[in-house]
């Protein structure tokens, strides 16, 4: 498990789970600075990439990239820690349609990790290498559109953890 991808996947699965958007994944909007592109086969992008980050997101990938409403998606991630991560970490999670803003909201980083199975990851985190794998089903019912997705992690300290963006288009069919 990785801090990113925990990032990744708490925040698809508090999407997943509170609202009834999703996995959308990720561009930028409202991001402070460059943004690039994340290894791997995903529409992600590392934000705020000249800034220091606790989390360095070494690849992702998606499978079946892009995700389908109705099946699932698979989101593989190898990610480092340079730090420990403890209670107090949280998220904010900024998810759009269009330019619709569907969601912006906080969520807490520790809290979302006990609640959502991620190959049993918990804080504290130590520092070190992680690799994820979790697996949502995306609902039929998404609408369809082109979703924009910034999600924003920072220690209890403020310090960043990792930002991540994309964004993905689920077809009318
Ligand atoms: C998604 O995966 C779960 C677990 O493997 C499986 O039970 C479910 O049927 C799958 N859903 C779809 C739409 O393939």
Do not use: H
């Amino acid at each position: 498990m990785t801090r990113f991808s925990v990032l990744l996947f708490t925040f698809l699965c508090a999407l997943a789970a509170s609202s009834p958007v999703f996995p959308a994944f990720f561009r930028l909007p409202g991001t402070r600075s460059q943004s690039r592109p994340i290894a791997g086969d995903s529409p992600l992008m590392q934000c705020d990439a000249d800034e220091k980050q606790v989390l360095d997101i070494q690849l992702v990938n998606l499978f079946p990239n892009p995700p389908v409403r109705g099946e699932n998606v698979t989101v593989s991630a190898a990610v480092s820690s340079k730090d420990t991560i403890v209670a107090g970490a949280y998220v904010d999670v900024e998810v759009r349609l269009g330019y619709i803003k569907l969601l912006s909201q906080t969520y807490d980083l520790c809290e979302e990790l006990e609640n959502n199975d991620i190959d049993g990851l918990k804080c504290p985190i130590q520092a070190g290498d992680y690799k994820i794998d979790k697996t949502v089903e995306i609902p039929q019912e998404v609408p369809p559109g082109k979703y924009t997705v910034l999600a924003r992690a920072f220690t209890e300290d403020d310090e960043e953890i990792t930002c991540v963006s994309g964004d993905i288009y689920f077809p009318a069919y």
